[in-house]
């Protein structure tokens, strides 16, 4: 049963059941909490690998980049991610948990990177 986001708001996120207050991610085995970025409003490709995303294996990633879409994916991520064979998405929060639940309930292997805030 793969982990979906019940709920989102400003600052807030519920995945199954449990609430959430700062930025996490969504593996297809885990929840990572408290989800910090070298670079507040940017996603560097040390933001994935210190919290060892990589060590995962899924398909597409989902980036959540904040309620108001502030967040930037750098171009090294997008190129590592390519390199790996691994589709992406950013979205802001909003509309990348509605993407991430639907590519979740499809079976497929989804990692979803949410900014709760901005």
Do not use: S
């Amino acid at each position: 049963m793969p982990l979906l986001v019940r709920y989102y708001e400003f600052g807030r996120i519920v995945v199954d059941g449990r609430e959430y207050t700062r930025d996490i991610i969504i593996t297809p085995t885990r929840v990572i909490e408290n989800w910090w970025r070298r670079e507040g409003h940017r996603v560097c490709l040390d933001d994935l690998y210190k919290y060892g995303v990589f060590d995962e294996q899924f398909d597409i990633i989902v980036f959540g980049t904040g309620y108001y879409g502030l967040v930037v994916i750098e171009p090294e991520v997008i190129e590592e991610l390519k390199r790996r064979g691994i589709e992406y998405i950013a979205q802001p929060t909003r509309d990348a948990v509605d993407t991430y639940n639907k590519l979740a309930r499809e079976g497929r292997r989804v990692v979803g990177a949410f900014h709760l805030t901005c």
